[in-house]
């Protein structure tokens, strides 16, 4: 399941979202998407967990907890939803 993470610190790693939902079960792939001029953070974010159930916990224990200060929105990505690949 591709899951979309929003709210993001623009601090925050693809390490920092690969560490808070592999406590949940496997990470396929992670992407935090940046400014293709600045390189900078644009806030949001996609993990790609092979699991559905791992990736409903996941949902369910990080939707409104905080990364690196920053109450994060988590949700499973729309299927209009952009995908860059992993």
């Known amino acids: 399941m591709r899951l ?3 709210n993001l610190s623009y601090e925050a ?3 920092d979202l690969r560490e808070a939902f592999e406590k949940f079960g496997e990470v396929a792939g992670v992407i935090v998407i ?3 001029l600045t390189g900078r953070s644009k806030g949001f974010g996609f993990v790609e967990m ?3 159930e791992e990736a409903r916990q996941a949902i369910a224990g990080l939707n409104g907890r905080e990364i690196r200060e920053r109450v994060i929105l988590v949700n499973r990505a729309s299927a209009n939803t952009f995908r860059p690949p992993m």
């Open 50 to 52: 092979p699991s559905d």
């Open 13 to 15: 790693t693809e390490r």
């Open 34 to 36: 940046e400014d293709r």
């Open 4 to 6: 979309y993470v929003g």
